[in-house]
Nanobody, 124 residues
Framework: QVQLAESGGGLVQAGGSLRLSCAAS????????MGWFRQAPGKNREFVGA????????DYVDSVKGRFTISRDNAKNTVYLQMNSLKPEDTAVYYC?????????????????WGQGTQVTVSS
């Protein structure tokens, strides 16, 4: 199994920044790609972006392109989500997830391990 633990959430004003971390442990060698998802109140969980452990290749949902950046530190088995120019509509619980799949996909079902989530609240 792969255990994932997010941290770094909090309350920030619109226009501000936050950096989320996701520390992976356990059978991390089984993980090929790490994704970030978010779930706002009353809404479905949605894909934010993802990164591969080996090449660091990334992909993002259009709504965060240019504002959010995903990076990874292989030595620490940690993935980061740097969020800049935050908007109130970015308010959500943010989750990291792991998949062994080599095929990029925004589908939740593609990911088999999930963290517990961290709350991000952006005030206007």
């Amino acid at each position: 199994q792969v255990q994932l633990a997010e941290s770094g959430g909090g309350l920030v004003q619109a226009g501000g920044s936050l950096r989320l971390s996701c520390a992976a442990s356990g059978r991390t060698f089984s993980s090929y790609r790490m994704g970030w998802f978010r779930q706002a109140p009353g809404k479905n969980r949605e894909f934010v972006g993802a990164i591969t452990w080996n090449s660091g290749s990334t992909d993002y949902v259009d709504s965060v392109k240019g504002r959010f950046t995903i990076s990874r530190d292989n030595a620490k088995n940690t993935v980061y989500l740097q969020m800049n120019s935050l908007k109130p509509e970015d308010t959500a619980v943010y989750y990291c997830a792991s998949t062994p799949s080599r095929r990029p996909s925004p589908l939740l079902s593609n990911y088999n391990y999930w963290g517990q989530g961290t709350q991000v609240t952006v005030s206007s």
